[in-house]
């Protein structure tokens, strides 16, 4: 059987693509997250590993979206996570009861996430890519043989 | 013209034209060479955006492309297009994300000779004044709400007061570096919070500081006018209004979306998004894109004065030896209200110049009254291994391109094939070899910038050099590079 992919790399000359799966739209969102910090960070294991490290020192933050369609729920929940590394200096790992639902205006996300606070030294370091947005160009929802997917453009 | 289905035609030698067909309002204009008509014509995208861009309401004379034209999100990044101020759109996609990012040439009274022997210090020494990448700490303190709303409203005049630079150096940007419609009681409180600790940072990507020598003179009267020679060390510094531009793109482009639905705006493509000029969200949007305009033009300011204290402290000079001073400074993603001539008369337009450089002609009222005879300086970075150019604005660019040219040379190789290009490679020492230190945050940052990623801009400005419509000055060479 072939590997499950979560997300993977896109081709794009002048900023950042990634494709993104889910065999459902949570497991589409918890790889839209470990894709976004991957293309920040490099490498999400070791985030990941420091997230988990601090997890018992860090606030538990709920964050609710609530957009007119799932395209906007994911610009939302990647935007979210955008704002908080450029300006509170944070990063949301690891995910707890992540959910989805998709009503008749729209879909809505609620989740619970560890907020980490990542220090000076860590961010003098760190080889960061600064993503300036989350665009909407090509952001679209496909469900196929029951598989979810969508690429998501960064502009850098 | 190959298999493409574009329809274009050869107007001259450097000029091709899309004549309006389905929705167009006005033709599609690009300004390229054969060879690079031949590959738009191959990727077809960004020609598909230059004629998406001929759709928007209100749009005069046509839908332009500088010879730098590739894709980007809405407009083609090297788009310029005009709207009527009255009955037109505005649309952030024709502005970016980088709102007024931009370039500032400042130049020194030294030489090569006298700064190469201390180089590698310079270099050091600015990469440790000068805030790169993501969560450097800032080099002035933080601002306040207070503080941000008056960068935002009233532009660089702020922080020359508060000892960034000179009064002479207002006289010397764009616009005075403020732009009068800005309003900070539109922008979010997203924005604000972004836009606190950024003033004086560089950023990342392409953004840079360089060191360039003057390496060649191609009109010495002009070169004169602006006080450069053979030579000379100046710098080049390319960034912009960072998170809170940014922030304020992407808050505009959500209400944008709504506004189009609102006014029933018949656009081919949702990051056009646009509202009428004179509607309460396109007037909004210019309040707001014009308080970022103010931010980039003050961070610009602050960052070139940051590096006039790190030349006087390496060299040991005072400002009277060091004879610093600010030669220009332009945006190149940036919407203004303009007036053009349209036909017999001269009306009032949203130039939208989306990786594009105003280029304005001698004599132009807008002008500074030192460069009032020459026309405007532009300012065209290349790569870091390269050259940059000084060009300056024509008469014709006013007859054909709303005063605006090209803006840089534009990526060859993704970031990710510049990665693998650079691995194993010891770039550093490369472009060392090559006579330039460069110092960056990230090893990615360089090898994601190496020359190599870049076209030549050399083929770009000589296109509208070739075209008449912004004529080369001097070339730069830069020797020292910072970078995010």
């Not at chain 2, 500081?209 to 070169?223: F, G, R, S």
């Not at chain 2, 707001?288 to 006087?312: E, G």
Request: glycine letters at 8%; aromatic letters at 8%.
């Amino acid at each position: 059987m072939d590997k499950f992919i979560p997300f993977k790399e896109i081709e794009h000359t002048a900023d950042l693509a990634i494709q993104i799966f889910g065999r459902n739209l949570e497991e589409l969102f918890h790889n839209a997250h470990q894709g976004f910090y991957t293309i920040v960070f490099g490498n999400f294991k070791k985030i990941q590993k420091m997230a988990n490290a601090s997890q018992d020192k860090c606030p538990l933050k709920t964050l609710q979206l609530e957009e007119t369609s799932l395209e906007d729920l994911l610009h939302s929940f990647l935007s979210e996570l955008n704002y908080h590394l450029q300006s509170k200096r944070t990063i949301f790992s690891p995910l707890l009861n992540l959910e989805i639902h998709q009503t008749s205006n729209g879909a809505r996300l609620r989740i619970n996430a560890t907020e980490l606070k990542l220090s000076s030294q860590f961010l003098a370091e760190a080889d960061i890519t600064e993503i300036k947005a989350v665009t909407y160009h090509g952001l679209k929802f496909v469900q196929e043989n029951g598989l979810w997917s969508v690429t998501v453009i960064f502009d850098i | 013209m190959g298999k493409s289905k574009i329809p274009i035609e050869k107007i001259d030698d450097n000029l091709f034209e899309i004549k309006p067909f389905g929705g167009m309002l006005k033709p599609g204009r690009i300004y390229a060479s054969d060879e690079m008509i031949a590959g738009l014509l191959e990727e077809e995208a960004p020609l598909q955006q230059v004629i998406n861009v001929a759709h928007l309401p209100g749009i005069e004379k046509y839908s332009l492309a500088m010879p730098d034209i590739h894709w980007g999100y809405g407009f083609p990044i090297g788009g310029v297009a005009a709207t009527d101020w009255k009955e037109g759109v505005i649309s952030p996609g024709g502005v970016g994300y980088d709102i007024n990012c931009g370039m500032r040439l400042a130049a020194t009274g030294l030489t090569e000779s006298e700064v190469k022997k201390r180089l590698q210090k310079l270099v050091e020494e600015l990469f440790k004044t000068i805030p790169t990448g993501v969560g450097a700490s800032h080099a002035i303190k933080k601002l306040s709400k207070n503080e941000l709303k008056k960068v935002a409203q009233e532009g660089v005049n702020l922080v020359v007061e508060q000892g960034f630079g000179q009064a002479e150096d207002i006289e010397v940007i764009e616009e005075k570096g403020k732009m009068e419609f800005a309003d900070f009681s539109v922008i979010s409180q997203r924005a604000i919070e972004r836009g606190l600790d950024q003033l004086g940072t560089l950023g990342s990507g392409n953004h840079f500081l360089e060191i360039d020598v003057v390496d060649k003179i191609y009109d010495e009267e002009k070169a004169a006018a602006l006080g450069l020679f053979q030579g000379q060390i100046v710098i080049l510094i390319h960034t912009g209004s960072r998170g809170f531009g940014y922030q304020i793109c992407d808050d505009y482009l959500k209400v944008m979306s709504k506004a189009a639905q609102k006014y029933h705006l018949n656009l081919p493509d949702r990051q056009l998004a646009a509202a009428p000029i004179q509607s309460q969200e396109g007037q909004d949007y210019f309040a707001a894109m014009s308080c970022a305009a103010n931010f980039a033009w003050s961070n610009r300011q602050v960052i070139m004065d940051l590096a006039r204290r790190v030349f006087k402290k390496v060299f040991n000079l005072s400002d009277a030896d060091l004879q610093f001073r600010l030669i220009y400074d332009v945006s190149h993603n940036i919407a203004k209200k303009e007036e053009h001539q349209i036909g017999d008369k001269k009306k009032t337009v949203c130039v939208h110049r989306k990786g594009a450089t105003r280029a304005l002609a001698p004599n132009h009222p807008l002008l500074p009254e030192k460069y009032r005879t020459i026309g405007q300086p532009v300012l065209i970075p290349g790569d870091m291994g390269r050259y940059s150019f000084v060009c300056i604005g024509t008469e014709k660019a006013m007859e054909e391109t709303f005063g605006s040219t090209c803006h840089g040379a534009g990526r060859l190789l993704s970031r990710r094939q510049a990665k693998k290009a650079g691995a194993g490679r010891n770039l550093i020492k490369e472009l060392s070899e090559r006579g330039v230190i460069i110092q960056a945050k990230g090893m990615a940052t360089v090898a994601e910038e190496m020359p190599e990623a870049y076209k030549d801009v050399q083929s770009v400005v000589n296109v509208m050099h070739n075209s008449g419509i912004s004529l080369k000055v001097a070339r730069l060479k830069p020797i020292g590079v910072i970078k995010g």
